[in-house]
């Protein structure tokens, strides 16, 4: 904020003052610079033949996938099925060791700053910034193929989401609900269970069903690695250039992420 | 029967919150805290069930020294302490009974308390408690479907539900209309005179505080600047503890007002 008087003496207001006003269009310069310059830069090392051509091979692809091959979703129920299933059950193990973790990492509740916070971060930090198609892959070579790899690395990946959000819920919470359980002479326990899960109830269930949704979308890639599930056959379809069976499984993903949606939707409207 | 000595409270911000506090209180009786906003009122109940922790001194209730406690010794002295607070303070998501029983954690065990498993003798009393405080059709509700003045009388009863000797409570009335502040009070007064129970009120509102209490205890800068009967507090205390300001309008409504209750009750 900005009060001068000018030489009526009047006070005049303004929001900025002249010199971070000056400094706000300069900032806006530079960053309009940058980005010209970076779009010069991807410009020359695109090669504009194939980007022009774009639009005729994806009709061509288009064409070929159309119409897709209805009788091969015989074969995409089974997979369908394990797609689920790694989503579901790896959320489930993730919830169950997230939910100790954010009670590590938050700072409300953790039994030690150093002890318990930093190492709990740590899990957060590292789990979350690993994508899971990539946990997939080490799983698939540690573990060796398959639904369990997948399930193992949804589960992995969700922790640091579910964990990070859940310790925020718990940070949020009303102290004095947690203070008045203290007063009557609570345990440690009881005033967790009493003074703190019924305020993160809420949270937890959002949390749940959102990871868990995108769990669903996330786990239709990882046959893609060998990780199992319903990426398994879309790769496979690719690869031996079956488009009508591509745009099949591409519209069974799509119908499961809907679902996926909508019962995520329903279950968060009837818990908060 | 309470009785607290040089008690001292600095916060590690420095801010000497209680200096010296030198206090008896019999059994049975009822004590309204008053003074400013930062007086110490607050940290003076929250360092008796030692919600915060006194830097030095000692509370002594019923002979038993609270300030050495470790940490499960405390919390069975805090059962029979109960706390009402400002803000309600209810458990907002959980149902009235189960705001009422969980006074009893003191008593029972994780897993009874975890499975809702109370015995039947507590939840007698809860029906009981709330039958006595006007909420016995509430029972199944969730604490946040009530009005402000419902949710004081669940507090109330949750700390009863304790079996006290001692109730701290915290500016009881401050979220509320002043009708219910006096419903409240009166109803927190006359539950204290049948259990023969002491409490300590923290108030803002001087004259609310003399319509029923048997004493006045006034906190100013951590220090107690007058303790004596309702009736003596003059525009000059009021002045020591709160600063200069026209207090005659203050004390002279408690009167009328009061005549204006009576006959609205007969």
Not at chain 2, 29 to 35: D, E, M, S, T
Not at chain 2, 105 to 124: A, E, I, N, T
Not at chain 2, 176 to 189: A, F, G, V, Y
Request: aromatic content about 8%.
């Amino acid at each position: 904020m900005a009060i001068s008087i000018d030489k009526n003496s009047q006070k005049i207001w303004a929001v900025r003052d002249r010199n971070t006003q000056l400094t706000r269009w300069f900032v806006y310069f530079v960053a309009v610079t940058v980005i010209m310059y970076c779009w010069q830069t991807i410009s020359e090392a695109t090669t504009w033949f194939f980007v022009l051509d774009a639009p005729r091979i994806a009709g061509d692809i288009g064409g070929r996938a159309m119409p897709p091959k209805w009788p091969y979703i015989n074969e995409l129920w089974k997979p369908l099925w394990d797609t689920i299933n790694i989503a579901t059950i790896g959320t489930v193990l993730s919830l169950i060791i997230a939910v100790p973790i954010a009670f590590m990492a938050a700072r409300n509740t953790t039994p030690h700053h150093i002890f318990c916070r930093w190492p709990a971060l740590l899990i957060i930090v590292s789990t979350r910034s690993i994508n899971s198609l990539i946990w997939a892959l080490l799983l698939v070579a540690i573990i060796g193929p398959g639904i369990f790899a997948g399930t193992i690395a949804i589960a992995v990946r969700s922790i640091g989401f579910c964990a990070k959000l859940l310790y925020e819920a718990i940070e949020e919470i009303d102290e004095k609900q947690v203070e008045a359980i203290k007063a009557t002479g609570a345990s440690r326990w009881q005033v967790i269970a009493y003074g703190i899960v019924p305020q993160i109830m809420p949270s937890f269930a959002g949390i749940s069903v959102f990871r868990w949704d995108i769990n669903i979308r996330e786990s239709t890639v990882l046959g893609y690695v060998g990780a199992g599930g319903i990426g398994l056959q879309l790769k496979a379809s690719i690869d031996v250039l079956a488009w009508p069976q591509v745009s099949l499984i591409l519209l069974v993903i799509f119908a499961a992420v809907i679902l996926s949606e909508m019962v995520s939707a329903k279950v968060r409207a009837a818990i908060i | 029967m309470l009785h607290l000595n040089k008690l001292t409270k600095q916060y590690a911000t420095g801010d000497m919150a209680l200096k010296s506090v030198e206090l008896e209180i019999p059994k049975g009786q009822v004590v309204a805290l008053i003074g400013p906003s930062g007086a110490g009122k607050s940290t003076l109940i929250r360092c008796i069930n030692r919600l915060v922790e006194p830097t030095s001194g000692s509370v002594t209730l019923n002979g038993k020294e609270l300030t050495k406690l470790g940490s499960s010794a405390l919390r069975q002295a805090r059962r029979r302490m109960g706390m009402i607070f400002q803000e309600y303070a209810l458990v907002e998501r959980l149902t009235v009974m189960e705001n009422v029983l969980s006074g009893r954690l003191g008593y029972v065990g994780f897993w009874r308390s975890f499975l809702r498993k109370y015995p039947q003798s507590d939840v007698d009393e809860a029906f009981r408690l709330l039958e006595r405080v006007g909420l016995d059709h509430m029972a199944d509700k969730r604490a946040d479907e009530l009005s402000g003045g419902q949710r004081q009388r669940v507090g109330i009863a949750r700390a009863l539900i304790q079996d006290p000797e001692l109730l701290l409570v915290d500016e009881p009335t401050a979220s509320l209309d002043p009708k219910t502040s006096r419903q409240i009070m009166r109803l927190i007064c006359e539950l204290c005179a049948e259990r023969d129970l002491a409490a300590i009120i923290n108030i803002h509102d001087v004259a609310l505080a003399q319509m029923f209490v048997q004493r006045v205890i006034g906190l100013r800068f951590g220090e107690i600047v007058y303790d004596g009967p309702p009736d003596q507090l003059k525009p000059e205390t009021l002045t020591e503890i709160y600063g200069e300001e026209d207090w005659e309008a203050t004390i002279e409504t408690i009167n009328e007002d009061d005549e204006a209750e009576q006959g609205g009750v007969a």
